[in-house]
């Protein structure tokens, strides 16, 4: 298993592709997924270093996988993205922060290669340190 693991849950097939070829490329080992319970599975499996997590979805939105995923114990890089309102991803930020996730970066589509590569960077080097 490799020491940078990426969960992506997105449900743009697209979107999800074009993070798992710029994530590859870093070094990544990359699941995408493109709805909360496959997502859910997924992350029992790959146990992620870093996940990238779209707001608005069906069936379960990033919220319900914010708090998801505090019970899990996550203490991981998180990345918050929406293509609607930046409030939402701020206001997972917030939840995810209140519960004691240090590290979170939110994002707002689209979002250029330049800065995904920077946002997977900087979350593996948070990470390290």
């Known amino acids: 298993m490799s020491e940078k693991r990426l969960l992506v849950v997105d449900d743009e097939p697209e979107f999800g592709e074009f993070v798992r070829k710029v994530a590859s490329g870093l070094g990544y080992e990359v699941r995408v997924t493109t709805h909360g319970r496959a997502f859910q599975a997924a992350y029992h499996e790959l146990h992620p270093t870093t996940i990238v997590m779209d707001m608005v979805m069906p069936e379960m939105d990033g919220n319900e996988l914010v708090l998801w995923l505090?019970?899990?114990?996550?203490?991981?890089?998180?990345?918050?993205?929406?293509?609607?309102?930046?409030?939402?991803?701020?206001?997972?930020r917030v939840?995810?922060?209140?519960?004691?996730l240090r590290s979170v970066q939110t994002l707002t589509k689209p979002i250029g290669l330049v800065r995904l590569r920077e946002v997977l960077s900087e979350g593996e080097a948070a990470r390290s340190a």
Not at 72 to 86: F, K, N
Not at 95 to 100: R, S
């Open 70 to 92: 505090m019970e899990q114990g996550y203490a991981a890089h998180l990345i918050i993205i929406t293509g609607y309102s930046p409030d939402y991803a701020h206001d997972a």
């Open 95 to 100: 939840l995810a922060e209140f519960n004691g």
